[in-house]
């Protein structure tokens, strides 16, 4: 059983989506996350220990090649590829109730702004930290993300932008979430944004990589 | 280390060079091209020598032969400086195009002057219409870039209140440069026409740039735009006007407009693509019915912005690295030790690395350290490869999105040109090792300056043949394509 868990632990870390997938080399021929995990619910392992003793100490380990530039975004998007194909098989459990996410991320490409594969990493990989995910996608401006702070009371937020000229209009999205939902947590990231910005523009959390934004929502959630 | 001076004629220019300068290296920012791309095969960089001695290589002497060029003439490509010398430049006394055949025009009378506006380097020549010869060239960074390297940066200055005085300074830098060359050549201007990015023509026209600076990027404001000497504070006649030429779209201007027009892929039935390896990283594929062109986020790196080494394709920069008996061979712009490296160079040099396994297919150094000695003190890291698969995975996953919209393969594509700063430096084969343009090496043709021939050809032209690839033309924005992730990650790799 154990042995299971290990065996999808090392096929989401390496980008093993399923058997016939040929990345990586070193795996090829085995079973990839999509058998693996197949065969552990099958093998009675519970759901919530599939999600926690595997899927989320892979995504966590991903995360920390990538910030140090030991992987780079192929390699990362496979790990996701592989953890949303064991997510997949995971999912009536997260509907039944049978899995606790930790919480509730909702994250979006700030307006005036299409850049979406830096949001999408981040988005992977807070799922693969154990959260439920709502992505309002690109060019999204304050009111959406009030209205989805309102179906999802208490979610984190975390903004995304890609350009200098863009990312202004985070300043303007903050404040409005703090005029609705003051109590919010708000994380943002993107290459032209600084701590400094964040810290100027009253966000709770600048997330240099993926990783730092899965650590700074595990202090929120613990 | 001993200079010497390379008096140019007819121009009037008086260039100071390091000894053992390759001829290359001082000539390609005036515009000249070296359309074989330095092999000493089509001889169109011929100089003659007036003055002074430029010594002849067994080699060169083997190509001047087949050429049937004699005693005073000599290949640019296969030159170096070891002595003050005296040069006339064939090229300028002819407009070559990009497919190397010479531009057939139309006579006129007077003077013209075509001014490449880049976001980093300002090139202008004056040319006689009566022949198409060039009669002078200046060359000079773009004042701007104290604002900023790349693109968003100088929208984001010009926003932040340094509209009016980045305008001031380029109207003012290409005046200087015109009254430079008028100085040496008192003759009466007929003509100006720039060309340049959309971000260049509206601030160098005094529009807005704002509406570039978000999505949806619209403005109204990029047609030709017309302008007199009065309102640019020239100090010099234009008897009929200065034009800044239309943009295709918001990323796409009428620097890639000239390319177009240069490389005649709007008059060809089979299609044809340009790619310009500049700052803006712009793509185009197109025939005689149908183009499509893009920008891409390509070309900071390629420039030297974000390598940690890198630089643009200046003095001291390495622009080129070969491997010989197992040892990299540097090349170094102006014969100078080596200070870093530039966009061709970097090409060669993860080519190299991937083709000896120093790299993995992710582009992962497989000693697992954080960097690798180039030469000298020149070394790239980790985060430098990663930045240039980022940027290779933008070129080849636009031309696999435009090639979709025109609902052909890349294979349909009979002929590719690259235009860029480095471009005559470019080594084909590492461009291709490094999967950036998927097609092979025989159909890539690499340039200089298509923007500049360009701009030269609009002073025999008339308006309507840019109103007429504008009506065929269409901007794609390829992030919008669905598959834009999926292509974009999937180029990264080294396959």
């Not at chain 2, 491997?323 to 030790?337: F, K, R, W, Y």
């Amino acid at each position: 059983m154990e042995d299971l868990l290990v065996k999808l632990l090392e096929a989401v870390e390496f980008g093993k989506v399923d058997k016939k997938s040929p990345y990586p080399p070193q795996l090829r021929d085995m079973d990839g996350a999509h058998e693996l995990t197949i065969s552990a619910i099958e093998a009675g392992i519970k759901p919530q220990i599939i999600l926690e003793e595997a899927l989320i100490p892979a995504m966590s380990k991903v995360g920390k090649k990538f910030a140090e530039c030991k992987i780079f975004v192929p390699q990362m998007l496979m790990s996701a590829r592989a953890m949303g194909a064991s997510m997949f098989q995971l999912k009536p459990f997260f509907a039944s109730g049978a899995i606790k996410t930790k919480g509730t991320f909702i994250i979006g490409t700030v307006k005036g702004d299409l850049h979406d594969i830096g949001k999408n990493l981040v988005s992977m990989m807070v799922e693969g930290g154990g959260w439920s995910i709502v992505d309002l996608g690109v060019d999204v401006g304050s009111d959406k993300f009030v209205e989805a702070l309102k179906n999802n009371p208490g979610a984190v937020v975390g903004l995304s932008a890609l350009l200098t000229t863009t990312m202004v209009n985070m300043g303007e999205i903050v404040s409005t979430i703090r005029v609705h939902a003051p109590e919010t947590k708000i994380l943002i990231g993107g290459a032209p944004v600084t701590a400094e910005f964040c810290q100027n523009i009253g966000a709770d959390f600048y997330a240099p990589d993926p990783q730092k934004a899965v650590e700074y929502m595990n202090l929120l959630a613990s | 280390m001993k200079k010497h001076t390379i008096s140019l004629h007819p121009l009037g220019k008086e260039l100071r060079v390091n000894d053992q300068t390759p001829l290359i290296d001082v000539l390609h920012e005036f515009g000249v091209e070296f359309p074989c791309g330095g092999k000493g095969t089509c001889g169109k960089c011929k100089v003659r020598l007036l003055e002074g001695d430029l010594e002849i290589s067994a080699e060169q002497q083997t190509k001047l032969d087949l050429l049937g060029l004699t005693t005073d003439w000599r290949l640019a490509c296969y030159s170096m400086c070891t002595g003050d010398i005296t040069l006339e430049i064939e090229q300028f006394k002819h407009l070559i195009l990009a497919d190397e055949t010479e531009f057939s025009f139309t006579p006129a009378f007077g003077y013209g002057l075509a001014v490449d506006l880049g976001t980093t380097t300002l090139v202008a020549q004056l040319i006689d219409l009566t022949n198409a010869q060039v009669m002078a060239v200046e060359s000079m960074l773009n004042p701007q870039v104290r604002f900023g390297a790349d693109l968003i940066s100088r929208i984001q200055a010009s926003m932040d209140g340094s509209a009016a005085e980045m305008t001031q300074i380029i109207r003012s830098a290409i005046g200087t440069m015109i009254s430079q060359m008028l100085k040496k050549h008192e003759v009466q201007l007929e003509e100006v026409i720039l060309v340049g990015n959309a971000v260049m023509q509206l601030i160098f026209c005094a529009c807005d740039v704002s509406p570039l600076s978000a999505y949806p990027f619209h403005t109204s404001n990029l047609g030709i735009k017309i302008l007199n000497t009065t309102e640019l504070n020239w100090k010099f006649q234009v008897r009929d006007s200065v034009k800044f030429y239309p943009s295709i779209g918001s990323f796409v201007g009428s620097d890639i407009l000239a390319g177009i027009v240069a490389t005649g892929l709007h008059l060809k039935e089979e299609y044809t693509a340009l790619i310009d390896l500049g700052t803006n990283g712009e793509i185009v594929i197109g025939n005689r019915e149908r183009i499509v062109c893009a920008s891409t986020a390509a070309g900071p790196a390629f420039e030297g912005a974000n390598i940690s080494m890198g630089m643009r394709a200046v003095t001291g920069a390495i622009s080129s690295l070969n491997q010989v008996n197992g040892e990299l061979e540097a090349t170094v712009i102006g014969n100078t030790p080596a200070k870093g490296i530039c966009g061709s160079a970097l090409i060669d040099a993860v080519a190299i690395l991937r083709k000896i396994d120093k790299l993995g297919m992710f582009g992962e150094i497989n000693s697992g350290e954080g960097d690798i000695l180039l030469t000298g003190k020149v070394r790239l890291t980790q985060k430098d490869i990663n930045e240039f698969q980022l940027a290779k995975a933008a070129i080849a996953a636009g031309l696999t999105i435009l090639a979709k919209n025109l609902s052909i393969e890349l294979s349909d594509i009979s002929k590719l040109y690259i235009a860029g700063g480095f471009g005559n430096y470019l080594n084909i084969e590492n461009v291709v090792e490094t999967g950036m343009i998927e097609l092979p090496a025989e159909k890539i043709v690499k340039m200089g300056n298509t923007a500049l021939i360009g701009a030269k050809m609009f002073l025999f032209t008339d308006l309507k043949i840019t109103e007429e690839i504008l009506k065929k033309s269409t901007l794609i924005n390829l992030e919008a394509n669905h598959d834009f992730q999926d292509i974009y990650v999937d180029k990264m790799l080294f396959l």
